[in-house]
């Protein structure tokens, strides 16, 4: 089964000084599957916002030249491999969302957990979050 990457466990891979990057890496070191990590565009664009936001990085801010960089290396690995939103992600999407109440945040992890469900993928984070997601396949690293 493919895995469909998390921003938190791309930004662990691309930027060595995240309290998560060893953990990354060591996962990562032991997958051999071909194709086997999916990166759909947000999480591309959350990786990239994230990665250049001096409020989140401070002094280890990246420029943006530099997470693209980082990015196309992450792709040159056969491992990975981009993916496109698979047709019904909608109607998954809106399914996780109809019973929200005011103000609770449709936030990235429900957009992921929508994609993942619709795609037949199993999400890769290291947040404990996505548990809220009732019979979402997971795999939360520890």
């Avoid at 565009?41 to 420029?63: F, H, S, Y």
């Avoid at 103000?103 to 947040?127: I, K, N, P, Q, S």
């Amino acid at each position: 089964m493919a895995f469909l990457a998390d921003v938190n466990f791309i930004i662990a891979l691309l930027h060595a000084r995240h309290s998560a990057s060893e953990r990354a890496a060591a996962w990562l070191a032991e997958q051999d599957e071909p194709r086997s990590i999916l990166l759909c565009r947000v999480v591309q664009m959350g990786a990239l916002r994230i990665l250049t936001n001096p409020a989140w990085l401070k002094e280890d801010v990246l420029p943006a030249r530099a997470v693209w960089e980082v990015w196309d290396l992450l792709l040159s690995d056969d491992r990975f491999t981009r993916v496109n939103e698979p047709p019904n992600l909608e109607t998954e999407w809106r399914r996780l969302t109809e019973e929200f109440a005011a103000g609770r945040c449709a936030e990235t992890d429900t957009y992921l957990a929508a994609f993942a469900g619709a795609g037949g993928h199993r999400v890769l984070t290291f947040d404990r979050g996505f548990q809220s997601f009732e019979g979402l396949d997971l795999l939360v690293l520890e």
